[in-house]
C-alpha cells in the first residue's frame, strides 16, 4: 500500500490524496484551494499518469474536498467517484456555483484560463457519480462484497456537515482508515461522527484543529448559552447582528441555534437574512432531514425561519437594518462576497456586532478583523480604503471539526501501526505528532511532504 499527497503545500489547501492498494489506484478528494486562483488552486493532477485511476471517492462537499473533481474526471473519464446522496447533491451546488464564481473572477482577476469548467463539465462530471449508503461494504465496481480479495470501501458517518463521511478501506486482511473532515460531538444539527472502533493498520488523518487546545471547562452548551445571551442583548439595543457564515453547514447550523432560541421566546420573530447559496444548500439539509444522521429530522429551516434572502446586487445597496441578524457568507470574509461588503457598513459603527462563529484562515479579512485592536484601521477589500474597526466583535466556537484531544483519542484508540497528518496548519501537524509520538511509541507517524510516495506496508 503506497500513499501520495497530491496537495501542493502542506496546510488546509486542495486536499487530494492518491492511494494504491492490490494493484488499483484510488484518489480521496478532489479539492480546490480557496486562497489561491486559477491552476494553482488545484491539486497537483498532473504526477498521476493519466488513466490509471480506478476509483475516485468523494468525503465530503467542501470545495477543499470537492472544487477540482470536474478537472479530475474530465482527466480520468474511465472511473466512478463514489459518494454520500447527501454529498452529491450538495456538490450539484457548490460545483455550478464555483463556474459562476470563476467565471466572474476571469475579468475580475485578468485569469484566461477561467472559468477551469463549465456548467457543462459540472453535468458530465455527475454522470460518474455512484452514490453510496453508509456501512455498506463495496468494490470498486460499485458491487457490495465482503470478499477480502478484492479493494473494497465503507462509508462511515463523519459529523462535519450533512453527507460527510469516513471511509474504510481494505484488502488482503489490510485496512486503511481516513477520516475525511470530522466532528465526534454534536452540533445543533449534525449528530457527532460514528466511526469504527476497531485497530486498523494505517490511518489518515485530519489535523484542522491541532494548535488549538480545548480551554479548561468548556462545553457547547455553555457556548451556545453565552452566543444566545450576546445575541439578546444585541438585539434589545436595537443593534444589528452580523454572522460572517460559510453557505454550507455554518449556515445551517447557526440557523437551527436560532430557531432553538426562537422556540424559548429570545429572539421573537426578528428578521433574519441569509445569501442565495445559502438558501439552495439549506434547501437540500431540508429535503434530507428525515433520512440524514442529524438532530430534529422534522425540522424544515426555510419554512420555520422564513428568511429573508440578499442577492450579490442587493448587497451592495442594503443598509443594515436594525433588530435584524445577517447570517452572510462566506465565513472568510472574502473580498467581493456578501459578508465582506456587508462589513463594510457596519465596521465602524460603535452600534454595530460583528460575531465569528467559526475559523478564519490567518490570511483571511476574517482574521485581519479578529486579530485586531479596537480602532485598527481594516482593509477589507484593496479597492476601498480601510476602514476603523469600531463595531462590537466576538468569537464563539462553534466549530464543525472535532477538538484535538478527541482526535487523539481516537488514533490511540485504533493503534495503527502508521498515521498520516493531513489537512493542518504546520503547527497543527507538529502538534500532533508529538501527541502520537507520545502515545503510540511504536506507530510511525508522518507528515507527508507534497508528491513523495511513501510506503505504508
Keep these: 500500500m503506497e500513499f501520495v499527497n497530491l496537495t501542493r503545500y502542506l496546510g488546509i489547501a486542495s486536499n487530494c490524496y492518491w492511494l494504491r492498494v492490490g494493484g488499483k489506484n484510488i484518489i480521496l478528494d478532489a479539492g480546490s484551494d480557496p486562497k489561491l486562483d486559477g491552476l494553482g488552486s488545484t491539486p497537483n493532477l498532473a504526477s498521476i499518469p493519466q488513466g490509471i485511476v480506478d476509483a475516485i471517492i468523494v468525503t465530503h462537499a467542501h470545495q477543499d474536498h470537492v472544487g477540482s473533481l470536474p478537472v479530475l474526471t474530465r482527466r480520468e473519464p474511465q472511473c ?17 456555483n464555483s463556474v459562476n464564481v470563476m467565471t466572474r473572477q476571469r475579468e475580475e482577476l485578468k485569469l484566461m484560463e477561467y472559468p477551469l469548467y463549465t456548467h457543462r463539465g459540472v453535468d458530465l462530471c455527475q454522470q460518474a457519480w455512484v452514490r453510496c449508503r453508509l456501512r455498506e461494504r463495496r468494490n470498486l465496481a460499485g458491487e457490495l462484497s465482503d470478499n477480502d480479495n478484492d479493494v473494497t470501501f465503507e462509508f462511515y458517518h463523519a459529523g462535519h456537515i450533512l453527507g460527510s463521511v469516513g471511509v474504510l478501506i ?11 473532515d470530522v466532528n465526534f460531538e454534536n452540533q445543533t444539527i449534525m449528530k457527532g461522527a460514528e466511526f469504527p472502533e476497531e485497530g486498523v493498520d494505517y490511518l489518515l488523518m ?55 432560541m426562537r422556540l424559548r421566546g429570545e429572539i421573537g420573530n426578528i428578521p433574519i437574512y441569509i445569501g442565495g447559496l445559502s438558501v439552495k444548500v ?14 430534529y429530522p422534522e425540522l424544515q429551516l426555510l419554512q420555520e425561519m422564513a428568511p429573508y434572502v ?42 454595530q456586532h460583528l460575531f465569528f462563529v467559526g475559523y478564519s484562515d490567518p490570511a483571511s479579512p476574517s482574521a485581519r478583523i479578529r486579530q485586531a485592536a479596537s480602532g485598527t484601521e ?37 493503534r495503527p501501526s502508521k498515521i498520516v497528518l493531513v489537512h493542518g496548519d504546520r503547527p497543527a501537524l507538529d502538534w500532533f505528532q508529538l501527541s502520537l509520538f507520545r502515545e503510540l511509541p511504536d506507530a510511525e507517524v508522518i507528515i507527508p511532504e507534497p508528491g513523495r510516495s511513501y510506503s505504508l506496508g
Design 206 to 260: 485530519e489535523t484542522t484543529r491541532g494548535d488549538s487546545p480545548t480551554p479548561v471547562g468548556f462545553s457547547r452548551a455553555n457556548e451556545e448559552e453565552r452566543f444566545s445571551k450576546a445575541v439578546c442583548e444585541a438585539i434589545a439595543g436595537g443593534g444589528t447582528v452580523t454572522l460572517p457564515v460559510f453557505a454550507l453547514g455554518k449556515t445551517q447550523e447557526v440557523l437551527a441555534l436560532l430557531w432553538q
Design 378 to 414: 481594516i482593509v477589507l477589500d484593496k479597492d476601498h480604503p480601510p476602514i476603523p474597526l469600531l463595531c462590537d466583535v466576538r468569537e464563539f466556537s462553534f466549530s464543525a471539526h472535532t477538538n484535538r484531544e478527541n482526535l487523539r483519542n481516537y488514533a490511540t484508540l485504533l
Design 80 to 96: 466512478a467517484v463514489f459518494m454520500t446522496e447527501g454529498t452529491a447533491a450538495i456538490a450539484d451546488i457548490m460545483l455550478h
Design 282 to 295: 439549506t434547501t437540500v439539509y431540508d429535503a434530507m432531514a428525515a433520512t440524514s444522521v442529524r438532530n
Design 170 to 180: 481494505r484488502h488482503a486482511g489490510k485496512s486503511f482508515f481516513y477520516t475525511g
Design 310 to 351: 440578499l442577492s450579490g446586487r442587493e448587497i451592495q445597496s442594503v443598509q443594515p437594518r436594525k433588530r435584524a441578524i445577517y447570517a452572510l457568507s462566506s465565513g472568510m470574509m472574502t473580498e467581493h462576497t456578501l459578508s465582506n461588503i456587508f462589513a463594510r457598513k457596519i465596521l465602524g459603527d460603535p452600534s
